[in-house]
T-cell receptor
């Protein structure tokens, strides 16, 4: 049972434009959310996170928005750069848990 | 080392054989996790080690899978009598403690069972 879902397997965006990656979750007990970025042949690397007490967290070009009532979060990348081309995984965790639940990933291609 | 190291990077094995996958976490990281990613799937939790505590094995898919962590450092994931559905990328991650989010992943071992 997939508790974290990324319904768009791929996304293409022109360089300089905004990339929006979406993620939905089913478990209302999740209270911490992360985005990871993965390049081919490498392990995922941590990108940005957000706690359930916030609805927005910003780090440079990356902003994560959390809508708890809709059980939805999104990652915005502005402006998008070709080096942002990678697979992006959304992950969620319960405070008392030992593991993250990951989505299936969205492959972002930023076109120069 | 500077990062989480996994070996081998690629492994092709015949169905029915046993395989061992190795993970060297970042020095001093007490928490170690094994995940796997099958084609078209998200990262699937397998097992979690925290210090000297009993590991959380709740994600292991069958009794053919086992893992050890010796001396609180290096971990070995063993798959016995491999099946084709075991083919996946096996990822190891470590973190300073279970309270620290955003762990560091290794680059993974791609296992192919033929």
């Amino acid at each position: 049972d997939q508790q974290v879902k990324q319904n768009s397997p791929s996304l293409s965006v022109q360089e300089g434009r905004i990339s929006i990656l979406n993620c939905d979750y089913t478990n209302s007990m999740f209270d911490y959310f992360l985005w990871y970025k993965k390049y081919p042949a490498e392990g995922p690397t941590f990108l940005i996170s957000i706690s359930s007490i916030k609805d927005k967290n910003e780090d440079g070009r990356f902003t994560v928005f959390l809508n708890k009532s809709a059980k939805h979060l999104s990652l915005h990348i502005v402006p998008s750069q070709p080096g942002d081309s990678a697979v992006y995984f959304c992950a969620a965790e319960r405070h008392t848990g030992n593991q993250f639940y990951f989505g299936t990933g969205t492959s972002l291609t930023v076109i120069p | 080392g500077a990062g989480v190291s996994q070996s081998p990077s690629n492994k092709v094995t015949e169905k029915g054989k046993d395989v061992e996958l190795r993970c060297d976490p970042i020095s001093g990281h007490t928490a170690l996790y094994w995940y796997r990613q099958s084609l078209g799937q998200g990262l699937e939790f397998l097992i979690y080690f925290q210090g000297n505590s009993a590991p959380d094995k709740s994600g292991l898919p069958s009794d053919r899978f086992s893992a050890e962590r010796t001396g609180g450092s290096v971990s070995t994931l063993t798959i016995q009598r491999t099946q084709q559905e075991d083919s996946a990328v096996y990822l190891c991650a470590s973190s300073p403690s279970w309270l620290t989010w955003g762990y560091t992943f290794g680059s993974g071992t791609r296992l192919t069972v033929v």
